[in-house]
């Protein structure tokens, strides 16, 4: 999973690559990371998985951040730092049902279409991310 290249049509470049590489990928990731959880604090929408995260967000913001440069074929900062992700035992406490996955769903595509993403890049994205969110479900 950590190490995946994505295939855009027939782009076999990794999303990292596409939001702008060394030059500009880790910037667009700490957008991308800022506005998910900007829109989870703030819209009625997703009140059901903001109830689930801690009042303060900072470290939630930095380790999805440092989470999704790796995925994306960026620098494993998660990895690094943490060990192996172990992502869905991680949100087992957490109860994820079909509503929650929808509510991250909306967030992250809500995020991207505010910051203009490529229409075939977000789609791209969004069908990758619904599969980790899926897998995270445990109810
Ligand atoms: C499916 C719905 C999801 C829900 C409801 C959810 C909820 C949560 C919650 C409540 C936390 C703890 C945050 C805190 O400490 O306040 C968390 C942590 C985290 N989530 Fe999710 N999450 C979901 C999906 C995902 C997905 C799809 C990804 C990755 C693409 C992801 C990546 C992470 C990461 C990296 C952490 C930090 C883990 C750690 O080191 O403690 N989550 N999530």
Redesign the pocket.
């Known amino acids: 999973m950590l190490d995946r290249v994505e295939e855009v049509g027939s782009d076999k470049r990794t999303f990292f690559e596409l939001l702008g590489g060394e030059a500009g990928g880790i910037d667009k990731i700490r957008q991308l990371v800022e506005m998910f959880y900007d829109i989870m604090d703030t819209d009625p929408k997703a009140e059901g998985?903001r109830k689930?995260?801690?009042a303060d967000?900072t470290?939630?913001r930095e380790?999805?951040f440092m989470?999704?440069t790796g995925?994306t074929g960026g620098p494993q900062l998660?990895v690094e730092r943490?060990g192996h992700?172990m992502?869905r035992k991680?949100?087992l406490p957490?109860p994820?049902d079909e509503s929650?996955?929808d509510?991250?769903m909306y967030c992250i595509i809500k995020a991207m279409h505010q910051l203009d993403y490529d229409e075939d890049l977000m789609k791209s994205l969004a069908t990758q991310?619904y599969g980790?969110?899926d897998f995270?479900?445990n109810q």
Do not use: G
């Open positions: 998985i689930m995260h801690q967000l470290a939630a380790k999805l989470f999704l995925w998660y943490y992700p992502l991680r949100h957490f994820i929650a996955r509510q991250w991310l980790v969110a995270m479900r």
